[in-house]
């Protein structure tokens, strides 16, 4: 599927689009002649729309912060598992399971450290990462706000922002999508479910 | 097999209350298949308080699980029709299904898409209808130790064989352990992890750790990710394949189901694998394999069929042995546990509604697919218009207020946040999720089974090996670990500067390129 790799090794032409000459390969009837080939267009397009979507890869730091917090997370529950009491393995503790489990944890980790700086899997916090901070944030005010005031102002304003402040949407629709919303949830849980819902109205 | 038990099971699943389920449930994995963002395991997370409220377990499980394999249908609507594909399984069908589309014949591409799906998915059932209760007879035999070991093989082989790096994949698999042990422990009533929290005390709720890290996490991370630009889709002028392009693709039809079927099965394995390893072989055995990519038909059949069969097998070891394949069976494995119903060997004997009512749905949820996914087609199109900034909020508050309602308590929302949190975290330095929600599930299984396992064997360890079947399973276990290391030592050997991924074409980024020359001329 991705054996096509132009770049790698054959004599350069850029700039001609059908360049790739394997031998028997040009589909005969449908894409001849001077048509730029169907896959080899595709696949550049799909292969641009991925690299703009991703986000950029994340370096050693993040490696290395994440296992470091595995190892301090390991030896945290470690030293608490041992303090359950690990019995032996005639008869176990209620700690053993629990301290080899994080003994394991540490181990891993510590491979992590050593050899895993180099991979690539993370994603770099980047400007927009800002967004899911105040996601996180407007998901906890919701949560504290709910018992205090009901649910609808919370939902109302959690909408609010994440349409507007996040999503960059109209003040129109956002006030329209908002109200619409927190009163199709109002109908459907308090009267269609019937849960109860602490609520102001 | 009880074939009485069989046709009961079409009994049940034809009551008006769990075909309405199963329509909702397909209807809803057909639209997240479509929607970018939000997958099967995420949605199924979501939408597990309203599986409770319901009450009757099987509606609720069969609305979960249509929800899984009807996703499957749905992500192929936008790799024919946008180039977009709506589920990772459907990033192959992107290529020939694309082509097809931009040749006019989109339809073409959806029908046979459709068609296969059907095919694959059927055959599968009847595989599980066939094979089902004949490896929960064998299951019978188990014992603590064998699952004990069966379990751990089970997390092992979702770490290895599963997506990112698999020393991460297993502590997140322990980390996920540990998570199962909080609470009271069964064996000493004492209590572990709970720092005095009256909360924690029973421990942590699967379904709120579900929610967390799947659906808040998905949420929060898609809030940060920046999704492409939708582009005006494919006009669709014919509907239906013709006569000779089914012919054609009849092969490719057959074989992707069985392969997707026994891919399926695989922990680990599942609808992804399935796609690109049917798709593969489809063009190695083509006599022409250059049509592949530019429109061939059995580029979209196979991979469309495979997918859709291993959808269905992932449920065999679920349900016969009461071992989740991925984690999204996981999360099935915790409903299921939720609506007092526990998956084991013994499921098919004790709870014959259960188990024939949620198989025999999944026939008629096929034919409901097959119906309505070519019609649907123009709705969803319009649906992805929808901009993703007023879905996010939506799905936000269906989170917040549905885990609300399982034991109306604001805590389990903080917890829920929480998870959420560590789940994007997780996504961030590329630790997947997945192993833990299975670990997680299975943790508390794995614990008393071992325990329970060393009280028989007096405290040594060696019976696990010496009893007949649980050896045969950790010699596997073994066996996975040491192929898993030995193929990452000789990949690291043979391909030092070797990247993966889709290739870039040459007039894109000239610079890059040169590097690659001048590296294969070292």
Same mark, same amino acid.
């Not at chain 2, 591409?109 to 068609?115: M, Q, V």
């Not at chain 2, 894109?508 to 020359?517: A, F, I, L, N, S």
């Given at each position: 599927m991705?054996?096509?790799?132009?770049?790698?090794?054959r004599?350069?032409?850029?700039?001609?689009?059908?360049?790739?000459?394997?031998?028997?390969?040009?589909?005969?009837?449908?894409?001849?002649?001077?048509?730029?080939?169907?896959?080899?267009?595709?696949?550049?397009?799909?292969?641009?729309?991925?690299?703009?979507e991703?986000l950029p890869?994340?370096?050693?730091?993040?490696?290395?912060?994440a296992?470091l917090?595995?190892v301090?997370?390991?030896?945290?529950?470690?030293?608490l598992?041992?303090g359950?009491?690990l019995?032996?393995l005639?008869?176990?503790?209620?700690g053993?399971w629990?301290?080899?489990i994080?003994?394991?944890?540490?181990?891993?980790?510590?491979?992590?450290l050593?050899?895993?700086r180099?991979?690539?899997?993370?994603?770099?916090?980047?400007?927009?990462?800002?967004?899911?901070?105040?996601g996180?944030?407007t998901?906890?005010?919701?949560?504290?706000l709910?018992p205090?005031?009901?649910?609808?102002?919370p939902?109302?304003l959690?909408?609010?922002?994440?349409?507007?402040?996040?999503?960059?949407?109209?003040?129109?629709?956002?006030?329209?999508?908002?109200?619409?919303?927190?009163a199709?949830?109002?109908?459907?849980?308090?009267?269609?479910?019937?849960?109860?819902?602490?609520?102001?109205? | 097999?009880?074939?009485?038990a069989f046709?009961?099971?079409?009994?049940?699943?034809?009551?008006?209350?769990n075909l309405?389920?199963?329509?909702?449930?397909v =209807?809803?994995?057909?639209?997240?298949g479509?929607?970018?963002?939000?997958?099967?395991?995420?949605?199924? @997370?979501i939408?597990?308080? *309203?599986?409770?409220?319901?009450?009757?377990?099987?509606?609720?499980?069969? +609305?979960?699980?249509?929800?899984?394999?009807g996703?499957?249908?749905?992500?192929?609507?936008?790799?024919?029709?946008? $180039?977009?594909p709506?589920e990772?399984?459907?990033?192959?069908?992107?290529?020939?299904?694309?082509?097809?589309?931009?040749?006019?014949?989109?339809?073409t591409?959806?029908?046979?898409?459709?068609?296969g799906?059907?095919i694959? @998915?059927?055959?599968?059932?009847?595989?599980?209808t *066939?094979?089902?209760?004949?490896?929960?007879?064998f299951?019978?035999?188990?014992?603590?130790?064998? #699952?004990?070991?069966?379990a751990? =093989?089970?997390?092992?082989?979702?770490?290895?064989v599963?997506?990112?790096? +698999?020393?991460?994949a297993?502590? &997140?698999?322990?980390?996920?352990?540990?998570?199962?042990?909080?609470? $009271?422990?069964?064996? !000493?009533?004492?209590?572990?992890?709970?720092?005095d929290?009256?909360?924690?005390?029973?421990?942590?709720?699967? *379904?709120?750790?579900?929610?967390?890290?799947?659906?808040?996490?998905?949420i929060?991370?898609?809030?940060?990710?920046?999704?492409?630009?939708?582009? &005006?889709?494919?006009?669709?002028?014919?509907?239906?394949?013709?006569?000779?392009?089914?012919k054609?693709?009849?092969?490719?039809i057959?074989r992707g189901?069985?392969?997707?079927?026994?891919?399926?099965i695989?922990?680990?394995?599942?609808?992804? +694998?399935?796609?690109?390893?049917?798709?593969?072989?489809?063009?190695?055995? @083509?006599?022409?394999?250059?049509?592949?990519g530019?429109g061939?038909?059995?580029?979209?059949a196979?991979?469309?069929?495979?997918?859709?069969?291993?959808?269905?097998?992932?449920?065999?070891?679920?349900?016969?042995?009461?071992?989740?394949?991925?984690?999204?069976?996981?999360?099935?494995?915790?409903a299921?546990?939720?609506?007092?119903?526990?998956?084991?060997?013994?499921?098919?004997?004790?709870?014959?509604?259960?188990?024939?009512?949620l198989?025999?749905? +999944? #026939?008629?949820?096929?034919?409901?697919?097959?119906?309505?996914?070519?019609?649907?087609?123009?709705?969803f199109?319009?649906?992805?218009?929808?901009?993703?900034a007023? =879905?996010?909020?939506i799905?936000?508050?269906?989170?917040?207020?549905?885990?609300? !309602?399982?034991?109306?308590?604001?805590?389990?929302?903080?917890?829920?946040?929480?998870?959420?949190?560590?789940?994007y975290?997780?996504?961030?330095?590329?630790?997947e999720?997945?192993?833990?929600?299975?670990?997680?599930?299975?943790?508390?299984?794995?614990?008393?089974?071992? $325990?329970?396992?060393?009280?028989?064997?007096?405290?040594?360890?060696?019976?696990?090996?010496t009893?007949p079947?649980?050896?045969?399973?950790?010699a596997?276990?073994?066996?996975?670990?040491?192929?898993?290391?030995?193929r990452?030592?000789?990949?690291?050997?043979?391909?030092?500067?070797?990247?993966?991924?889709? @290739?870039?074409s040459p007039?894109?980024?000239?610079?890059?390129?040169? !590097?690659?020359?001048?590296?294969?001329?070292?």
């Open positions: 991705s054996e096509t790799a132009p770049g790698a090794g004599p350069a032409a850029p700039g001609a689009p059908s360049a790739s000459a394997p031998p028997a390969s040009v589909a005969p009837a449908a894409s001849g002649q001077a048509e730029p080939d169907l896959l080899e267009e595709i696949q550049a397009e799909v292969a641009r729309d991925l690299e703009d991703r890869a994340g370096g050693t730091a993040y490696q290395v912060v296992a917090v595995g301090g997370f390991g030896v945290f529950t470690a030293i598992s041992y359950y009491g019995g032996t005639r008869e176990p503790g209620g053993l629990p301290f080899a994080s003994v394991l944890i540490v181990v891993l980790s510590g491979l992590l050593l050899v895993g180099g991979l690539d899997d993370a994603e770099a916090f980047t400007r927009s990462s800002v967004l899911p901070v105040i996180a944030v998901f906890l005010a919701m949560a504290a709910l205090v005031i009901g649910f609808e102002i939902a109302l959690l909408c609010v922002v994440w349409m507007r402040f996040l999503g960059g949407e109209t003040w129109r629709s956002t006030a329209v999508v908002s109200v619409v919303t927190v199709t949830f109002y109908g459907l849980f308090l009267y269609g479910l019937s849960i109860p819902l602490p609520h102001l109205l | 097999m009880d074939f009485q046709l009961d099971g079409f009994g049940v699943a034809a009551q008006p209350t309405l389920f199963c329509l909702i449930g =209807l809803v994995g057909m639209l997240i479509v929607l970018p963002g939000l997958g099967p395991a995420a949605t199924i @997370a939408l597990l308080p *309203v599986a409770y409220s319901v009450g009757d377990p099987v509606a609720g499980i069969i +609305m979960l699980a249509g929800i899984y394999y996703a499957q249908y749905g992500g192929t609507i936008t790799s024919v029709l946008l $180039r977009l709506g990772a399984s459907s990033v192959v069908t992107v290529f020939d299904g694309f082509a097809l589309a931009k040749q006019g014949k989109a339809g591409a959806l029908g046979i898409a459709a068609i799906s059907f694959g @998915a059927t055959i599968s059932i009847i595989g599980l *066939v094979l089902g209760p004949f490896v929960a007879s299951a019978l035999d188990f014992g603590d130790p064998e #699952y004990a070991a069966l751990l =093989l089970g997390v092992l082989l979702v770490a290895t599963g997506n990112g790096n +698999m020393v991460k297993l502590v &997140a698999a322990a980390i996920g352990l540990l998570l199962a042990t909080i609470g $009271r422990d069964s064996f !000493t009533g004492a209590s572990r992890f709970t720092f929290s009256l909360q924690l005390s029973d421990g942590i709720d699967f *379904v709120v750790v579900a929610m967390g890290l799947f659906g808040v996490g998905e929060l991370h898609n809030l940060e990710a920046r999704h492409g630009k939708v582009q &005006a889709p494919a006009a669709i002028a014919n509907i239906w394949p013709s006569r000779s392009e089914l054609q693709s009849s092969g490719a057959g189901s069985v392969i997707g079927f026994f891919l399926g695989l922990p680990g394995g599942g609808a992804v +694998m399935s796609s690109l390893v049917a798709y593969a072989a489809e063009k190695k055995r @083509a006599k022409d394999p250059s049509r592949f530019r061939a038909i059995e580029g979209v196979a991979p469309e069929t495979a997918n859709n069969a291993a959808a269905t097998s992932s449920f065999i070891p679920l349900l016969t042995i009461g071992i989740p394949a991925n984690a999204s069976m996981a999360i099935l494995f915790g299921l546990l939720v609506l007092n119903v526990t998956p084991s060997p013994q499921l098919i004997e004790e709870r014959p509604d259960v188990f024939w009512g198989i025999n749905s +999944m #026939y008629i949820g096929n034919i409901i697919l097959l119906a309505l996914s070519i019609p649907l087609v123009g709705v199109v319009r649906v992805l218009r929808v901009r993703p007023i =879905l996010a909020p799905t936000a508050l269906i989170t917040i207020l549905g885990v609300y !309602t399982i034991r109306n308590s604001v805590f389990d929302i903080f917890v829920m946040i929480v998870f959420g949190i560590v789940g975290l997780m996504k961030k330095v590329g630790f999720p997945g192993p833990l929600v299975l670990a997680f599930v299975l943790g508390s299984l794995i614990e008393s089974s071992t $325990r329970r396992s060393l009280l028989i064997f007096d405290g040594d360890p060696t019976g696990f090996v009893r079947i649980s050896g045969t399973i950790l596997f276990l073994v066996l996975v670990i040491v192929l898993s290391v030995a990452k030592v000789v990949g690291r050997r043979t391909a030092p500067g070797a990247s993966a991924g889709p @290739a870039p007039d894109d980024r000239p610079d890059h390129d040169r !590097t690659d020359r001048e590296e294969s001329l070292r």
